[in-house]
C-alpha cells in the first residue's frame, strides 16, 4: 500500500514527488512513468517574481541556468528587462529527481485502469491511499483554447554568438500564422536555444518550416550552426474562456489531477512551471494525505488560480481576435512599454486592478469595436461558480 501514486513523471508530478521527499522523507511515494526518463524533452524558464524566494531555493538543484535579465525586440522598440529570469531542463529534472527519488520510481511503465484508490501498472494492481493523474494536458468541451506552438533548436555555433542575455521575443521576425517571435537562450558562449513561435488559432505545427525559419534566423544573426544537439517542439493551450468547475465536474471519479491535466498554467504564456511548484507546496503542506482531502485541495488551488487569471484570457480573446493575425505582434509591443514590475507580475499572473486598468488604458493597439466585442465575448466564462 502506498501513500500516493502519481502518474505521469512530468514536472508536475515530479515536483510534487520530490517536495514530497524533501519535506516528509517517510511517505511511501510511487511515481509512474511511461516513457523512459522524467521530464520529457523541455526547457522550462521561469522569472524572479514567479516564485517566493523559499520556492527559489528548493527548486535550485535543477536550474541549469540564470540570467540577471532579459530583452524583447519589436519594430517600434527593443527594451532590456532587469528581470532576473532561469532555466530547467529535463536532463537535469530526471538526473536530480532520479538521484532523490530512485526507489520510488517506475519508468517505462503501462498504466491501465486509475481511480483514487490505486492504479493498474504493468498489469498489477497498486493499491494507494490517494493517487494523482499528472498525464499532461487534455483537451474538454468546457476549455475553449487557441495555442502557443514553436520548435528550438539547441545549437553549437561555430563562433561565439555575442548575446549575453535571453531574447524572450524578438517580434522583428515576419508575421505569419498569427503572433510570431523567436526566442533566444544564450546556455554558454556559443550553445544557444533558437525557437520559432507562434500564437495561432491552429495547433497544427509544420515542423520542416519551422527547421529552416530557425536556420534562415541564425543566418540573418550572423551566426553559422556547427551542430544541433536537441530539438523540442511545443503546442500549448493559451486559455481563451471556460469553466472550471464542468472542467473538474466532467469526470466519473474524484481524482485529483495536477498540471495541465488540473488547468494549471498561465493563461497567456502557457507556462505551468509556478504554478507546478505552488502545487508541490501545497500538497506537502497538507496534513492528512487522503484521498479526498488531496483532490479538494487540488481542486480548490485549481479553481482559485482560474478565476484569478479571468482578466488574462480576456486579454487573450482581444490578442487572437480584435485584429488582423498579422497585426497581433502590436498588442505585445504596446505592453512591452509598460513599467517592469507590472510586466512581472504579468508572468506571475497576480496582476492587481491597477495593472489591469493600466494595460486598458490609452489607444489599444487593435480596432477599438473588435476590442470590446472580444473582451466581452464571454461564453462558458461566466458560469464558474466559487467551490
Ligand atoms: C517544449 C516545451 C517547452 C516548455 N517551456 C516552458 C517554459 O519555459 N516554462 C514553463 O513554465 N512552461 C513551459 N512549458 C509548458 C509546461 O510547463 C510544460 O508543458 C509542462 O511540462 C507541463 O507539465 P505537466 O506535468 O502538466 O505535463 P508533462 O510535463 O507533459 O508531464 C506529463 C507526463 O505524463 C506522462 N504520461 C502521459 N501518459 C502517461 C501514461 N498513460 N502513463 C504514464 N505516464 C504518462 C508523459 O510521458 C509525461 O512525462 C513547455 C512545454 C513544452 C512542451
Request: aromatic share 10%.
Amino acid at each position: 500500500m502506498h501513500d500516493l501514486i502519481l502518474i505521469g513523471g512530468g514536472l508536475a508530478n515530479g515536483l510534487i514527488a520530490w517536495r514530497l521527499k524533501m519535506m516528509r522523507p517517510a511517505l511511501r511515494i510511487l511515481l509512474v512513468e511511461r516513457e523512459s526518463t522524467l521530464g520529457g524533452n523541455h526547457t522550462w524558464s521561469f522569472y524572479q517574481e514567479d516564485l517566493t524566494p523559499a520556492q527559489h531555493a528548493w527548486l535550485a538543484p535543477l536550474v541549469v541556468r540564470h540570467w540577471p535579465a532579459y530583452e524583447v525586440r519589436f519594430p517600434s522598440h527593443r527594451r532590456m528587462l532587469r528581470t532576473a529570469c532561469y532555466s530547467i531542463d529535463s536532463a537535469r529534472f530526471h538526473a536530480v529527481l532520479m538521484k532523490d527519488l530512485a526507489d520510488c520510481v517506475m519508468l517505462g511503465a503501462e498504466v491501465g485502469e486509475m481511480d483514487a484508490g490505486g492504479a493498474v501498472i504493468n498489469g498489477w494492481r497498486h493499491e494507494a491511499r490517494a493517487v494523482i493523474d499528472g498525464r499532461g494536458h487534455e483537451s474538454s468541451a468546457h476549455m475553449r483554447h487557441a495555442w502557443q506552438k514553436f520548435l528550438g533548436w539547441e545549437v553549437e555555433l561555430e563562433e561565439a554568438h555575442g548575446q549575453a542575455m535571453p531574447i524572450i521575443m524578438d517580434a522583428t521576425v515576419a508575421q505569419r500564422d498569427g503572433y510570431r517571435f523567436v526566442y533566444t537562450l544564450p546556455f554558454d558562449e556559443r550553445r544557444i536555444l533558437i525557437e520559432d513561435t507562434y500564437y495561432s488559432t491552429s495547433p497544427a505545427l509544420d515542423a520542416a518550416a519551422l527547421r529552416l525559419n530557425i536556420e534562415a534566423y541564425a543566418a540573418s544573426r550572423g551566426w553559422r550552426i556547427a551542430r544541433m544537439l536537441r530539438e523540442e517542439t511545443g503546442v500549448l493551450p493559451i486559455a481563451l474562456s471556460g469553466d472550471i468547475e464542468r472542467y473538474w465536474d466532467d469526470k466519473p471519479d474524484v481524482l485529483p489531477r495536477s498540471g495541465l491535466r488540473a488547468g494549471l498554467f498561465h493563461a497567456t504564456t502557457g507556462y505551468s512551471l509556478l504554478f507546478a511548484a505552488r502545487l508541490a507546496d501545497e500538497i506537502a503542506a497538507l496534513d492528512d494525505l487522503h484521498a479526498d482531502k488531496v483532490y479538494q485541495r487540488i481542486r480548490h488551488f485549481s479553481a482559485h488560480q482560474w478565476r484569478g487569471q479571468r482578466f488574462l484570457r480576456a486579454l487573450n480573446r482581444m490578442l487572437f481576435f480584435a485584429g488582423e493575425p498579422a497585426q497581433r505582434y502590436r498588442v505585445l509591443q504596446r505592453f512591452y512599454t509598460l513599467p517592469q514590475q507590472l510586466i512581472e507580475r504579468f508572468y506571475a499572473a497576480r496582476l492587481t486592478r491597477l495593472d489591469q486598468l493600466r494595460i486598458l488604458s490609452g489607444k489599444p493597439p487593435v480596432p477599438v469595436a473588435a476590442a470590446l466585442r472580444a473582451i466581452c465575448d464571454l461564453r462558458k466564462e461566466t458560469s464558474s461558480k466559487p467551490s
